[in-house]
């Protein structure tokens, strides 16, 4: 079945410091959205992206799609303590559910 | 604006009760999901629904049943339940199922 991994599993950054966490699939996605979580909370939808090679941006977070629609990246410049969850790609096949990536769970030391 | 809603946020059970989750989204949306958080597991998916009287099973289904009945409403019932079940359930639902979901607030879930 699909897989997507997600790594790496935590990361810990110093305020200011970036951040990076990227996503794998096992098969060519038709689409992949990003989540956050933060901590005690639920999963919000940050964005979703649907072509081979798409960045988008949204303030200090890129993300992008790969060319071959396998993988993805959520880059986030300049971390603050705001940025503290955990981050979750999603990724659907055509015709199927999403599925998640375990995580990666970042912590912004002030 | 509710959004979607879980009954309850807390519930400690002892092995070999039943209980049923609920889950209300006032959306009008067609997909419904329950997933569960297990630490460094991310989120599986229990069961779905494409629709008002529509169920499937999704990666971790055993020892779960889902019913719709009505398009606002998706339940998750455990039957008898187990240690192995202690999570956090969340609930989702989504337009379509490409689109985002929309999670609720977690039902954290302690089986003793």
């Known amino acids: 079945g699909q897989q997507v991994m997600q790594i790496p599993q935590y990361q810990h950054v110093q305020e200011g410091e970036d951040f990076t966490t990227y996503c794998n699939s096992s098969?060519?996605?038709?689409?992949i959205q990003w989540y956050k979580q933060r901590p005690g909370g639920h999963p919000v939808f940050l964005i979703q992206?649907?072509?081979?090679?798409e960045v988008k941006k949204q303030k200090r977070l890129t993300f992008q799609f790969g060319e071959a629609k396998k993988n993805s990246s959520l880059h986030i410049t300049a971390t603050q303590t705001t940025d503290v969850g955990t981050y979750f790609c999603?990724?659907?096949?055509?015709?199927?559910?999403?599925?998640f990536g375990e995580g990666t769970q970042l912590t912004v030391n002030p | 604006n509710a959004g979607v809603t879980q009954t309850p946020k807390f519930r400690v059970l002892k092995t070999g009760q039943s209980m049923t989750l609920l889950c209300a989204q006032d959306?009008?949306?067609?997909?419904m999901y329950w997933y569960r958080q297990d630490p460094g597991m991310g989120l599986r998916l229990i069961h779905y629904?494409?629709?008002?009287?529509?169920?499937a099973k999704g990666e971790v289904p055993d020892g779960y049943n889902v019913s719709r009945l009505k398009k606002q409403n998706f339940l998750l019932g455990l039957e008898s339940a187990a240690p192995s079940q202690t999570s956090v359930y969340f609930c989702?639902?989504?337009?379509?199922?490409?689109?985002?979901?929309?999670f609720g607030q977690g039902t954290r879930l302690t089986v003793v």
């Open positions: 989702a639902s989504s337009f379509q199922g490409g689109a985002e979901a929309f």
């Open positions: 098969t060519t996605l038709s689409n």
């Open positions: 992206l649907v072509k081979s090679g």
């Open positions: 999603a990724g659907q096949t055509s015709g199927s559910r999403l599925t």
């Open positions: 959306m009008n949306h067609e997909y």
């Open positions: 629904s494409v629709g008002e009287g529509t169920t």
